[in-house]
């Protein structure tokens, strides 16, 4: 029984040894077939173990890379960062990682990731570091060409005064970068992100737009594109234009990106030049309107002055003849004509210059004019107040020939039967409304406007005063409505 027993013990081990060996040889295989280098380095950084893709990895064979410094493999500036990494590996029982550049033969520089973690050997009772390297050049150079973009980007937006901003629509949460926030003047722990957050640094006039907008965004997509005006901490005013898109509409990680840009200076120069064309243009009508007045004043007096007289002298003549050589009948339509010749002088005399206005006021002058044009078929009713007769002359007149071209316009184009004329210049301002019952506008009033030379020429001495004309129009009639101040510079009044 005891000589069995030996037996099947010394059958027994040659198959563990046996099985063993095989699960060697298997693990030896794998470690060498791994895809990434395996290291094994003692306290010191030599190199005891190495796999083959580990060998590969730093171009030497594995003969030559045992009792190897690993240490002479790692780019000169990269040894402080790789001791740094065995100190950690020593400092703790975790696996520590690092990317690590290293220097090959024939100045081959690759970029590295390492894993390691340090163990006492159980035999010898020495520290050994078990350390993995996996090859990230390619990964690496592209991050660095995307981060040297980045920055080209950052720099160019910088330089151009551009941050940017980002929202993402499942939270409503936006981001802004630096140069955003250093353009809302406010810092990182101010802004929690939050669209609330972001309406409050912006101008209480256009907090509604911006609002508006963002929720249209968000709601419906499509491009964001709004400008508004922000208040900075230290009370200073900028224009701010914000434009974007919605980036992967669909799914819940869709947000919207886009740039943000000052146009405070812009802006300002843009306004600048307006009114500087707008007071060009001003000038302009003045002078044209100053012309024209003086030409009216020229030829109103040479008819007045010259030929209404001689046709008086005429119609004087003609009568002595009539009475002395008792020519009543002959002469009675030379009478009615040269009466209708003088009449039409006088009347073409006042339209061009009325005298009324200029020696007696403007309430006096309007109300001339309201006689002279009121008919059977036509009445003209009208509010005047006093203070008008207060306003400097010029102003006067521009308002006589507005209100002049309104009642006109209500003979010859409206057939209104009746119309009101009400004028009001109390405290700094001046109204002015004509209505009538006509027929309204026939086409649109832009066009109106376009070719209708006498509705342009209001609309230009509206333009000259600064103020605002309002034209309400329907098949019942129409009003117009022309507001300004008194204060006039423009004119220089």
């Given amino acids: 029984m005891t000589q069995k027993k030996v037996d099947n013990k010394d059958t027994e081990l040659p198959a563990f040894y046996q099985l ?24 010191l950084g030599l190199v005891e173990e190495a796999n083959q893709t580990g060998a590969d990895l730093l171009r030497i064979s594995k003969r030559d890379i045992l009792e190897k410094r690993f240490q002479s493999f790692v780019a000169p500036e990269m ?6 990494f065995l100190h950690k590996m020593q400092s703790t029982e975790l696996k520590q990682n690092c990317e690590i550049k290293l220097s090959l033969a024939g100045n081959l520089e690759i970029y590295t990731r390492m894993e390691g973690i340090a163990i006492v050997n159980t035999f010898t009772g020495i520290l050994q570091y078990y350390i993995t390297v996996i ?23 910088k330089a151009s005064g551009t941050g ?12 802004l970068d630096d140069f955003s926030l250093y353009l809302f003047d406010v810092s990182p722990w101010e802004f929690d992100g939050t669209i609330r957050s972001f309406i409050s640094f912006i101008h209480p006039d256009d907090q509604y737009l911006v609002r508006q907008s963002l929720s249209n965004a968000i709601q419906h997509g499509g491009d964001v594109e709004m400008e508004f005006r922000i208040v900075t901490k230290r009370g200073k005013t900028k224009i701010v234009a914000v434009k974007g898109q919605q980036i992967d509409s ?30 060009q243009q001003r000038l302009i009508l003045a002078a044209t309107f100053k012309a024209q007045e003086n030409e009216r004043n020229k030829i109103s007096n040479a008819l007045h002055d010259g030929v209404c007289q001689i046709l008086y002298g005429i119609r004087l003549n003609v009568q002595n ?10 002469f009675q339509n030379i009478n009615q004509l040269l009466a209708q010749a003088i009449t039409e002088t006088r009347e073409l005399s006042y339209e061009l210059t009325p005298s009324v206005l200029r020696d007696f006021g403007f309430t006096k002058g309007i109300k001339e004019m309201i006689q002279r044009l009121s008919t ?9 107040d006093p203070s008008a007769d207060l306003l400097h002359p010029e102003l006067q007149l521009y308002i006589f020939r507005m209100i002049q071209e309104l009642i006109n316009n209500c003979i010859k184009h409206a057939q209104a039967t009746e119309a009101e004329i009400t004028v009001c210049a109390a405290f700094d301002w ?64």
Avoid: C
């Fill in 20 to 43: 063993l060996e095989t699960e060697r040889v298997k693990f030896a295989f794998f470690f060498n077939r791994a895809p990434v280098g395996y290291f094994i380095l003692d306290y």
């Fill in 79 to 84: 040894w402080e960062f790789f001791y740094g």
């Fill in 135 to 157: 090859d990230i050049s390619e990964s690496r150079i592209g991050q660095e060409k995307l981060m040297g973009t980045t920055k080209r980007l950052e720099l160019t937006l």
């Fill in 164 to 175: 940017t901003w980002t929202m993402k629509i499942a939270t409503n949460k936006i981001f």
């Fill in 250 to 279: 669909t799914g819940p990680d869709s947000y919207f990106a886009g740039i943000v840009m000052d146009i405070t200076k812009k802006t300002r120069l843009k306004l600048k030049a307006q009114q500087q064309d707008a007071e």
């Fill in 321 to 330: 003849i009539q009475h002395s050589q008792n020519l009543n009948a002959e």
């Fill in 376 to 384: 059977s078929g036509f009445k003209i009713k009208s509010t005047l």
């Fill in 430 to 493: 001046v109204n002015i409304r004509v209505s009538d019952n006509g027929k309204g506008f026939q086409v649109g009033i832009d066009e109106s406007l376009a070719k209708g030379s006498g509705v342009r020429s209001i609309k230009n001495r509206v333009f000259l005063l600064s103020g605002n004309m309002d034209i309400d129009t329907s098949k019942s009639g129409t009003q117009i409505t022309i507001k300004f101040e008194k204060d006039l510079p423009a004119l220089g009044l």
